[in-house]
């Protein structure tokens, strides 16, 4: 078997031990630990903290989606001030007819092996050889087993999504100072956009710090590898503008949200958009 087949089913390995290892810990945590702490337990394998707020709110969406359809639903829920997570979380309510929080565990569990794979990769990139290698699966196996982790992966909370969309953001923005052919640098670019999408998703004002890091990347970057005439400093030059424009594209669309989300206490079932 050769180093690179190797290498691709170390990270693919990785990745599954990743997932079931958090779909488990997540279930056990929340069905069968938590609610024998009291102090802790919120209710629903929920802890005391946003995940009561953001289940309460996706419940009474869903009440509403139930009532008017789907024209109510939206990703960002303007009605409510909150963001993603509670519109996949109350999409799911609808979908499979339950209001179970542990609904969204393999999304999250799937975000958490994304981002241990992704730190796998990041360490091989930064430095290649055993020694990145070895760093990376370090790095990636005490992300995934560290104890606080259940505290977001087991929740219906923002954090999956956003270290998910970081992480992809700073792999990408990796690759594309390497020389690749015009389809590999297309594909990193469409990662990089699946991880603005992730990180603003939940956190719609995100999309300003990724404008200010990936700028200064490329102000920092361009210049070098025209200094030091490196043989893909053309092609680099045209990912990381690339980068840069859809980095505005994105913060054009992203829809205006609340800036002081409503409580759900005062969230009234809002009619259906298309209402005359």
């Known amino acids: 078997m050769s180093y690179v087949t190797n290498r691709t089913l170390q ?3 990785l990745w599954l031990f990743a997932f079931c290892f958090a779909t488990t810990a997540a279930l056990l945590f929340t069905k069968i630990l938590l609610p024998m702490l009291p102090s802790l337990h919120g209710g629903s394998g ?14 009474l969406i869903a009440k509403n989606i139930h009532e008017h359809g789907w024209a109510t639903w939206s990703l960002w829920p303007n009605q409510t001030g909150t963001t993603g997570n509670v519109g996949i979380l109350s999409a799911l309510y609808v979908l499979f007819n339950s209001t179970d929080p542990s609904l969204i565990i393999p999304i999250n569990a799937l975000l958490h092996a994304s981002s241990a ?8 990139e930064i430095w290649p050889g055993r020694t990145g290698n070895v760093a990376g699966l370090i790095a990636a196996s005490l992300f995934v087993v560290f104890p606080s982790a259940l505290s977001w992966y087991s929740q219906p909370l923002k954090d999956s999504f956003v270290i998910a969309g970081a992480l992809l953001i ?3 923005l990796l690759m594309l ?3 690749h052919s015009k389809q590999r640098g297309a594909m990193y670019l469409f990662w990089f956009v699946i991880g603005i999408f992730l990180a603003v998703l939940v956190k719609p004002y995100y999309i300003k710090l990724i404008i200010v890091i990936t700028t200064l990347i490329a102000f920092i970057t ?3 590898l025209f200094w030091t005439r490196a043989p893909q400093r053309n092609q680099t030059f045209l990912l990381y503008v690339t980068a840069i424009a859809l980095t505005l594209g994105a913060y054009k669309l992203m ?6 989300g409503m409580l759900y206490e005062n969230y009234s079932v809002a009619q259906p958009t298309n209402q005359p």
């Open 11 to 13: 990270a693919r390995y």
């Open 255 to 260: 829809p205006q949200t609340p800036n002081d």
């Open 222 to 224: 361009i210049p070098w």
């Open 177 to 179: 100072y390497q020389p």
């Open 46 to 59: 929920l802890l005391k903290n946003d995940a009561v707020y953001f289940q309460q709110t996706a419940i």
């Open 117 to 124: 794979y992704l730190l796998l990769r990041i360490g091989r």
């Open 170 to 172: 700073l792999y990408s």
